[in-house]
């Protein structure tokens, strides 16, 4: 029989240090926000049509606009306390969405649905503006160094922030106050992502839901890679797989995997973040040359 698991004890009395705060209802306030899709004809092919215009403008609208692709739908919800009221507001972007489509429908899986190859995932157009061109530009280039299909690649976001509230009971319960308060919440926020880092494989085990790919997934004369096997004439799956989209197969990016970013602290983070950023990479520089010497800016 393995061990049962068991709560470190500080936790354990962290988390009774807080309950009579929660009883007072200082903690009950978490926030949430869900970003979510990907529209396809009747045929499960990714649509080819441009972003329907009754649903407003994709570079304006604080709630459906698109991601990458013109195919691509985004939603976002406003920021709510309570996880069904989130959803609630996620429902009737559905269904406000689903009047306004012709013979279209939205996919529901993370990983796409039925392409036709790189030039078949449409890059958004925002528009002749500025602030659109450059949308537009930046996509462009995700295309040149990793390829529209894997941009096609969806997912929900979820978005949560605790209350100020519980950082200040924490704070004082940890006889913390004589460090700045914005310091203190962002010294507790790097330490919850270390933790969602090291426990991240656990989430996805419990979560993940994104087993298969349609085959057009894969490249014409692509090696189909030794986990997946056939599971129809247009389907793969990885037997004892829970999320292909976080796998090598999925939203991946070799360059950034070599890249060190630290998590101990703001001031780190912000430091080997700028350090990646400004590094060089050698095939990306041969493409700018190229563009260069093409007389492309």
């Keep these: ?61 604080p709630h459906i606009t698109t991601d990458y692709s013109e195919s691509l739908l985004e939603y976002i919800t406003p ?11 996620l429902s009737d972007l559905h269904t406000f969405t689903y009047h306004h489509l012709e013979n279209e429908w939205i996919w529901p899986g993370s990983m796409p649905s039925r392409l036709s190859g790189n030039d078949s995932v449409p890059i958004a157009d925002y528009g002749s503006s500025n602030v659109g061109t450059m949308k537009h530009v930046y996509r462009k280039g995700l295309d040149m160094r990793y390829g529209r299909i894997m941009q096609a690649i969806a997912g929900v976001h979820y978005n949560v922030s605790l209350p100020d509230d519980m950082w200040h009971g924490l704070r004082e319960l940890e006889k913390a106050t004589n460090i700045p308060f914005n310091d203190y919440r962002s010294t507790r926020y790097f330490g919850m992502i270390r933790h969602f880092r090291r426990h991240s494989w656990l989430l996805l085990y419990l979560f993940g839901a994104s087993p298969a790919i349609d085959k057009s997934f894969l490249p014409d004369g692509h090696k189909v890679p030794e986990k997946l096997q056939s599971l129809s004439d247009d389907t793969y799956f990885a037997p004892y797989a829970t999320t292909l ?23 780190n983070y912000v430091n080997t973040l700028r350090h990646a950023i400004s590094s060089p990479w050698p095939d990306y520089e041969k493409w700018a040359l190229m563009l260069m010497a093409s007389g492309v800016s």
């Design 79 to 89: 920021v709510y306390s309570q996880p069904g009221e989130a959803l609630c507001f």
């Design 1 to 61: 029989m393995p061990e049962p698991l068991t709560v470190p004890f500080a936790l354990t009395a962290q988390v009774e240090r807080l309950i009579p705060s929660a009883r007072l209802g200082r903690l009950g306030r978490l926030r949430r926000g869900l970003e979510k899709g990907l529209r396809v004809d009747a045929n499960g092919h990714i649509a080819q049509t441009p972003h329907p215009h009754a649903l407003g403008s994709k570079l304006t609208h």
């Design 245 to 267: 989209r976080m796998s090598d197969l999925g939203y991946q990016n070799k360059v950034q995997s070599q890249l060190k970013i630290c998590f101990n602290s703001l001031s």
